[in-house]
Nanobody, 126 residues
């Protein structure tokens, strides 16, 4: 049974940092791409970043490049999203998702990812 359990998130001031975690079970990270999406109130879900260990690639939205870093700890079966220099516009519910994508997954699109975490709120505010 594929399962993604998220942790992290919360309230942080502008310029601060947070780390989101996505613990995976029921599948091999070698054969799945893992992505982070976010959805702000009244907006569509958008891709933030993704990683593929099979292809050895990562992708980032332009809005987070240089500030966010996605990484995988295969021993812990966990994918992380380190978020630095946070801005109020980063406020959203963040979701991790897994997709059975071999090779370079390209920039993440929600329709390509079939397993989702429960979501976690990130609020950037002073």
């Amino acid at each position: 049974q594929v399962q993604l359990v998220q942790s992290g998130g919360g309230l942080v001031q502008p310029g601060g940092s947070l780390r989101l975690s996505c613990a995976a079970s029921g599948f091999s990270l070698d054969y799945y791409a893992i992505a982070w999406f976010r959805q702000a109130p009244g907006k569509e879900r958008e891709g933030v970043s993704c990683i593929s260990t099979s292809a050895g690639v990562t992708h980032y939205a332009d809005s987070v490049k240089g500030r966010f870093t996605i990484s995988t700890d295969k021993a812990k079966r966990t994918v992380y999203l380190q978020m630095n220099s946070l801005k109020p516009e980063d406020t959203a519910v963040y979701y991790c998702a897994a997709g059975s994508i071999w090779g370079d997954p390209g920039f993440p699109r929600p329709e390509e990812y079939h397993y989702w975490g429960q979501g976690t709120q990130v609020t950037v505010s002073s």
